[in-house]
Every structure is written in structure tokens, then in C-alpha cells.
T-cell receptor
Framework: AQKITQTQPGMFVQEKEAVTLDCTYDTSDPSYGLFWYKQPSSGEMIFLIYQGSYDQQNATEGRYSLNFQKARKSANLVISASQLGDSAMYFCAMREGDYGGATNKLIFGTGTLLAVQP | NAGVMQNPRHLVRRRGQEARLRCSPMKGHSHVYWYRQLPEEGLKFMVYLQKENIIDESGMPKERFSAEFPKEGPSILRIQQVVRGDSAAYFC???????????????FGPGTRLTVL
């Protein structure tokens, strides 16, 4: 069974608009962490944002925020005021056992390709 | 403040040859991870190492693949007798190893693109 599902293979957004990239996850572990990474065309993986399963507030990092809905098992990434440089592949990932006894390995989704249009 | 270093960035091998991929973690990081990304796919975990120890190799193919992280020097992912299906991007990540939470975030290197002819 897929542990991380990203249902949007590709998305378009106009420059300066906000965009939401979907991510749902499946785990029976109450303790987990959720990550978003960006992979531009140059190929490197850039860490964007982290959400712990016990965190009370949604994570934010600059123009990135994570819309964490625990009951729905979703962790959508919201990018505000899109810029041309945001065009990239975006991966959602999960790490189980995040508050002790972590397995440490990340489980990735298949990614969403975001294209920002001028 | 150097990030995770990987070399070579690109590697071409003929079928049957050996491939050696190197990874130097970020300064202060003692945990190393290797992931493989096949074309049009997400990253798949291969192995997790600490200095001189393999902690989790549940994602490593049973044959031809091995990894090490010696006391001195970089981590090495070794693929013996490469086949065309080994063509992929291989990413190394490192973390400080503070056991969960955001402080143990994995930071990735630029990857090694392996092409098997």
C-alpha cells in the first residue's frame, strides 16, 4: 500500500498567486514526521519544511506553509506568492517513529511538477 | 559551511563494471543515508549508516550492492557488475543524528547520475 500519495502529477500556477500541493499519508504509528522537498531541474533535493505529528500548530517557513489535517491524514504544502524560481518537482515524505525509536528512513511520494507561469 | 558532497556527479559504466559512489556528510553530521531515484519516480530508501555501522539496509538489493561509512573518509556505495537497470540518480543525505524531530532533518547532496551502457 502507498504510504505517501501525491495525486497531482503536474500543476500550473500564475506568478504571484498561491498554490496548494496535495499530500496524503498512511501510517499506524502515532509518532511521525512529514517533510516537503523541492527538486529543481538541476536535480538537487532541497529541504523546505517539516511537521511533527504532535505539533500543535501548522509549520511555516517564509512563503511555505503546511496545512496539516491529522484526522484526514493530509499534509498539503501551500506556496504563497509564487515566483518563477518555484518551478520544480515537489516531493512529500514521511518518517515514522519520529519521537523516539525513529527508523530515520524517509518514505517519498511520486512528486508533483509545478510550473509557474509569468 | 559546506553541504553534503557527492562525487562523481555523473558516472558512466559498461555492463559488468563496478561503480563506486562517494558521499561526504555535512560537518557535524554522523548519520548517512543513501536513496535511489529511478527516472520519473520518487526517491527510494536504500541504506542508513552511522560511522562503521550499518543501521538499516532494508532497501538495499540483496546482491551486488554494498555500502560502508568508515571511521575516516566518505561513505561509499558500491555496485558490482552493473546492469542497465542500475541506471538512476543516487542521492546521499546526512543528518546530525539527534533521534527524530526537525533537528534530525536529512539534507541531501546533489546526487550521482549513473548511466550503464
Amino acid at each position: 500500500a502507498q504510504k505517501i500519495t501525491q495525486t497531482q502529477p503536474g500543476m500550473f500556477v500564475q506568478e504571484k498567486e498561491a498554490v496548494t500541493l496535495d499530500c496524503t499519508y498512511d501510517t499506524s504509528d502515532p509518532s511521525y514526521g512529514l517533510f516537503w522537498y523541492k527538486q529543481p531541474s538541476s536535480g538537487e533535493m532541497i529541504f523546505l519544511i517539516y511537521q511533527g505529528s504532535y505539533d500543535q500548530q501548522n509549520a511555516t517557513e517564509g512563503r511555505y506553509s503546511l496545512n496539516f489535517q491529522k484526522a484526514r491524514k493530509s499534509a498539503n504544502l501551500v506556496i504563497s506568492a509564487s515566483q518563477l524560481g518555484d518551478s520544480a518537482m515537489y516531493f512529500c515524505a514521511m518518517r515514522e517513529g519520529d519521537y523516539g525509536g525513529a527508523t530515520n528512513k524517509l518514505i517519498f511520494g511520486t512528486g508533483t511538477l509545478l510550473a509557474v507561469q509569468p | 559551511n559546506a553541504g553534503v558532497m557527492q562525487n562523481p556527479r555523473h558516472l558512466v559504466r559498461r555492463r559488468g563494471q563496478e561503480a563506486r559512489l562517494r558521499c561526504s556528510p555535512m560537518k557535524g553530521h554522523s548519520h548517512v543515508y543513501w536513496y535511489r531515484q529511478l527516472p520519473e519516480e520518487g526517491l527510494k530508501f536504500m541504506v542508513y549508516l552511522q560511522k562503521e555501522n550499518i543501521i538499516d539496509e532494508s532497501g538495499m538489493p540483496k546482491e551486488r550492492f554494498s555500502a560502508e561509512f568508515p571511521k575516516e573518509g566518505p561513505s561509499i556505495l558500491r555496485i558490482q557488475q552493473v546492469v542497465r537497470g542500475d541506471s538512476a540518480a543516487y542521492f546521499c543525505a546526512s543528518s546530525p543524528g539527534t533521534s527524530g524531530t526537525v533537528t534530525d532533518t536529512q539534507y541531501f547532496g546533489p546526487g550521482t547520475r549513473l548511466t550503464v551502457l
